[in-house]
């Protein structure tokens, strides 16, 4: 059964959305691909799991003392699409790819253009860190929770003094 509740992060609310034990979403207020509200569920209960954990877990990511995460997913996508985001899960923190080199990294080096559409759909953000690939000259390119997030988690990641916006 489909579950959800909303924390509070210095991108704005976060939604996390749980199935069977597992996450199956985080989404941001005004995500391009964020699908409806009718899709997550009840409310859940924030002290349950995985909610805790990942609550936990966020809240020490911003906090700067963690640069990953260990939260049981379960990433609802194509074949394709979950290479990508497996893809994703291996760049390490701090660092940025290209959608070409993520691309080779997943054994399809000609789909670069598949690779950004698949990780635009991304429905674990932050956690399944889509924010860290850009373009081939390293450009601020796409980002489904916007630019201007996605400057501040790299930035954050990069040790840069960053300040949290209005999102």
Same mark, same amino acid.
């Given at each position: 059964?489909r579950?959800?509740?909303?924390?509070?992060?210095?991108?704005?609310?976060?939604?996390?959305?749980?199935d069977?034990?597992h996450?199956?979403?985080?989404y941001?207020v005004?995500?391009r691909?964020?699908?409806?509200?009718e *899709?997550?569920?009840?409310?859940?209960?924030?002290?349950?799991?995985?909610?805790a954990?990942?609550?936990?877990?966020?809240?020490?990511?911003?906090?700067?003392?963690?640069?990953?995460?260990?939260?049981?997913?379960?990433?609802?996508?194509?074949?394709?699409?979950?290479?990508?985001w497996?893809?994703?899960?291996?760049?390490?923190?701090?660092?940025?790819?290209?959608?070409g080199e993520?691309?080779?990294?997943?054994g399809?080096?000609?789909?670069?253009?598949?690779?950004?559409?698949?990780?635009?759909k991304?429905?674990v953000?932050?956690?399944?860190?889509c924010?860290?690939?850009?373009?081939?000259?390293g450009?601020? *390119?796409?980002?489904?929770?916007?630019?201007g997030?996605?400057?501040?988690?790299?930035?954050?990641?990069?040790?840069?003094?960053v300040?949290a916006?209005?999102?």
């Amino acid at each position: 059964m489909r579950t959800h509740t909303v924390i509070d992060s210095p991108v704005g609310p976060l939604t996390l959305v749980a199935d069977g034990g597992h996450l199956t979403g985080l989404y941001m207020v005004g995500q391009r691909h964020r699908p409806g509200e009718e *899709t997550f569920g009840g409310p859940g209960d924030p002290g349950e799991e995985p909610f805790a954990s990942a609550a936990g877990q966020l809240r020490a990511y911003f906090a700067g003392e963690r640069t990953g995460f260990d939260l049981p997913l379960r990433l609802e996508g194509t074949d394709f699409q979950r290479r990508v985001w497996a893809g994703l899960l291996e760049i390490p923190y701090g660092e940025t790819v290209s959608y070409g080199e993520l691309a080779e990294r997943i054994g399809s080096p000609a789909a670069s253009r598949a690779v950004g559409l698949a990780n635009g759909k991304n429905p674990v953000g932050i956690i399944v860190p889509c924010h860290r690939v850009v373009g081939a000259d390293g450009s601020m *390119t796409g980002y489904g929770g916007g630019i201007g997030r996605k400057r501040y988690l790299l930035g954050f990641e990069a040790g840069a003094e960053v300040e949290a916006a209005l999102f």
